[in-house]
């Protein structure tokens, strides 16, 4: 959709005069839900604006990422913009509460990390003032129509990073596609993951000489050992380990279905459960009581790592699924055998791990094509046929290991990605210094 700069300007101050309105009409309900929900009052303050102010005269770059897995992705972006713009004051945003506390953990070289504020323009404006950004670099498809227009009408120039737009969120967009038409229009670069994104942003209004196809910074860093939580450090890097990760409502009593054959045959196996969400840890650690499996959270594991005659282990943690692929017999990658559209299906098979998801894969199609085409992915329906792919690659680690180098093939490190991007992010800044002389 072509509009001209004054009808894309128009649709963006329709969108923040609705959403205004909207704000301040809630408001006293809001104030009613926050007396009871009191854990609703962490990070209000940043999501109203009120974010920690860079020190004058220090320039800042401004990365979001939506969630845990945008975070780890971009941890190593914001370590290379540390190292090339160390006088920089580099500022980590989030969505939700759960990537804030990792970003804070694991991402040391951020200066701060904070709450994106809500998409209200006098959220947004107190939030740019506090901040004072040079540039902002935003993951996957972060597109906050009155966000980005407030950059934009400031002169600061954003960019897309490890951009992805799935299939089914195209279709969603495009029914507001004049208004997201106006809100690409804002945007400086996109680095985008494939060239399916790339075509639907240009359907969708963005220009194509702004997009670039850089590949993923999610995919991983390389196959080499980790410096947290790993198979090694748990001490079970020589068994035929599964994991089964991010993991949704309905999925674990499916997948401890299908471990009860591997179980049966082969005592010395490992099962990783690792639920996608933090609050649903403790429905979890019931439904394995309950069911009489032997487990232990990884909370309460001591210095000694994974007791020996404990089969199962529930990673009740959060940033720390990654590290627990590197070795493991395989993968089961969740929210695929139930209607959410699938996680990360590369995170696995970057570390040669063959991969396993179930049919709903909106989220993820392109890469399940491109995984089972090569091999090293495999699409099952049910506890019995994911039972049996269990049982056959504990079973025949060559075969397993024939199935991870495929999945590895499709899942190229990230360095090239990373190296892409950078670039991006140097040409702004460039052209920012040369505006400001």
Not at 19 to 47: H, K, M, S, Y
Not at 235 to 251: K, L
Not at 283 to 297: C, E, P, S, T
Not at 346 to 370: K, M
């Amino acid at each position: 959709m072509t509009l001209s700069g004054g009808a894309r300007r128009r649709l963006v101050r329709v969108y923040e005069v609705i959403v205004t309105i909207v704000a301040v009409g809630i408001a006293p309900l809001a104030f009613l839900v926050l007396l009871v929900r009191r854990e609703w009052w962490n990070g209000l303050t940043e999501r109203l604006g009120f974010s920690t102010r860079t020190p004058p005269g220090q320039p800042a770059i401004w990365v979001h990422a939506a969630s845990v897995g945008e975070v780890a992705a971009l941890a190593p972006l914001v370590g290379a913009l540390r190292g090339e713009f160390p006088d920089h004051r580099l500022v980590l945003s989030t969505l939700t509460a759960t990537g804030r506390e990792v970003a804070k953990a694991r991402v040391r070289d951020a200066d701060a990390c904070i709450f994106l504020p809500f998409d209200v323009p006098f959220c947004v404006a107190r939030a740019i003032d506090a901040v004072r950004p040079r540039v902002v670099v935003f993951s996957e498809t972060e597109l906050w129509p009155g966000f980005l227009a407030a950059l934009d009408r400031r002169g600061i120039p954003a960019a897309m990073v490890s951009g992805r737009l799935s299939a089914p969120a195209f279709l969603r967009y495009r029914r507001w596609q004049g208004l997201f038409a106006a809100t690409l229009a804002s945007v400086r670069w996109f680095g985008v993951q494939s060239m399916p994104t790339a075509r639907r942003l240009v359907a969708l209004g963005a220009s194509a000489q702004r997009i670039v196809v850089t590949g993923s910074l999610k995919h991983g860093h390389g196959a080499g050992a980790d410096d947290g939580l790993s198979l090694r450090t748990l001490g079970v890097e020589t068994r035929p380990v599964v994991v089964a990760g991010s993991t949704h409502a309905g999925e674990e009593s499916t997948v401890l279905d299908a471990w009860a054959e591997v179980a049966a045959h082969a005592p010395g196996a490992r099962l990783v459960i690792a639920p996608r969400h933090p609050a649903r840890f403790d429905d979890v650690a019931g439904l394995l009581a309950k069911r009489g499996h032997h487990f232990v959270r990884r909370s309460e594991l001591g210095p000694a790592g994974w007791p020996s005659d404990t089969p199962i282990l529930l990673l009740d943690t959060v940033g720390e699924l990654r590290g627990l692929y590197h070795g493991a017999r395989m993968a089961f990658i969740g929210g695929t055998l139930v209607p959410v559209g699938g996680h990360n299906l590369l995170e696995a098979a970057i570390y040669e791990v063959p991969v396993a998801f179930g049919p709903y894969l909106d989220n993820v199609r392109d890469e399940a094509d491109q995984l089972q085409a090569s091999g090293g992915g495999v699409q099952v329906r049910d506890a019995r046929e994911l039972g049996h792919l269990m049982h056959e690659l504990v079973e025949d680690g060559a075969a397993a290991a024939r199935r991870g180098e495929a999945a590895a093939a499709v899942a190229p490190s990230s360095s090239g990605a990373l190296m892409v991007t950078m670039a991006l992010v140097r040409s702004m800044l460039d052209r920012t210094e040369t505006l400001r002389s």
